[in-house]
């Protein structure tokens, strides 16, 4: 086994405390991951992103969309119609997320299970 110092445990601990755990805590709630992929589609009523999220109820969907807005990821926009009708998409930051989210799912079909690697996917 490796010989850590204390100190090198510590400042990988404060490392993983601090962006990790704000990525995770904020990315990591349920809901949260599988709107932002809808999004990176581009603009979206908020209806026709419900219907593209199975199980998820209207409120949920508002109090997620509401954090993303909240953390800068997503602008939320009014067409006064008639109908009126609010429609989501991401921001510039939002959309930085692409690369990752995308590596996220290859690493998903690889390694867990129900994924193309453990029974061949779509």
Known sequence: MADHSSDACAAACEQVDGSITRVFGLLGKRWTGPIVSVLMQGPVYFVELRRA???????????RLTELGAAGLTVREVDEGPPLR???RLTEAGTALGPALK????????????????????
């Open 53 to 63: 999220i199975p199980g998820i109820s209207e409120r949920m969907l508002s109090d």
């Open 103 to 122: 590596e996220l799912g290859r690493w998903a079909d690889a390694h867990l299970p129900g994924g193309a690697g453990v029974d061949g996917g779509c």
């Open 86 to 88: 609010v429609s989501y």
